[in-house]
């Protein structure tokens, strides 16, 4: 997994955990992602530098809006490619991790394609 990409994991990580726990600390990523507390913090405080996270005096973690649109572009490419996966006949855990992959590394004229495919109902032009 490059730079790129992990950050990429740990900002969708946070958006997600967000949205079902109100507030981010780093220790729920620890849990979450199942990483040690030194990798979390180094990577928190590469995100910080590089304007994507804040963090209060309180541990609280929050998206930037720049933060946030990457971990909500990541997330909408993630759900969708599970999803073609998993009706195409693939298992939810093999698709799901298939889709962590592949978010990442998919073009964005790829990605179009299989969000114009899927919105048509799988029906090849």
Do not use: W
């Amino acid at each position: 997994m490059n730079t790129h990409e992990s950050a990429e994991n740990y900002l969708e990580t946070i958006l997600i955990l967000h949205n079902r726990l109100g507030s981010v600390r780093s220790v729920d990523i620890v849990n979450e992602l199942s990483f040690t507390r030194p990798s979390v913090s180094v990577a928190m405080k590469k995100l910080r530098e590089g304007g994507q996270i804040n963090m209060d005096k309180g541990g609280r973690i929050t998206l930037t809006e720049s933060g946030l649109k990457t971990a909500r572009r990541v997330l909408e490419r993630h759900t969708l490619i599970a999803g073609f996966l998993t009706s195409l006949g693939v298992d939810e855990k093999t698709a799901a991790q298939d889709a962590c992959r592949i978010e990442h590394v998919i073009s964005e004229q790829s990605y179009e394609r299989i969000l114009d495919f899927v919105s048509k109902g799988f029906k090849a032009e």
